[in-house]
Nanobody, 121 residues
């Protein structure tokens, strides 16, 4: 019922910048939280940034000042602007949303397939 379509990523040199997009569609009554995770090869998944319906945002300490999460509520789309990329941040970046199917339902999570970012030295 819910589909997440991600775009962006790719190959970039150290110090470069990229933008990721994630658009949600389908049977969604309300989206409360949208965010981005990443998984560096050989490491566990890490929460990078989240934005909530009230407008607040949070970031991992390692990306503060370099990453910016934003949301287009009308289009159910979340963006992640990434600046000054480091080689250690080569990873799969995955979009996640938390929302409701209907007004009476509980929260549910949906994940995108992920986008690969490769940072070269």
């Amino acid at each position: 019922q819910v589909q997440l379509v991600e775009s962006g990523g790719g190959l970039v040199q150290s110090g470069g910048s990229l933008r990721l997009s994630c658009a949600a569609s389908g049977s969604i009554f309300s989206i409360h939280v949208m965010g981005w995770y990443r998984q560096v090869p050989g490491n566990q998944r890490e929460l990078v940034a989240v934005t909530r319906s009230g407008g607040s945002s949070n970031y991992a300490d390692s990306v503060k000042g370099r990453f910016t999460i934003s949301r287009d509520t009308a289009k159910d789309t979340v963006y992640l602007r990434i600046n000054s990329l480091k080689t250690a941040e080569t990873a799969i970046y995955c979009c996640i949303i938390g929302g409701q199917y209907s007004q009476d339902s509980g929260l549910f999570p949906s994940w995108g397939q992920g986008r690969k970012i490769t940072v070269s030295s």
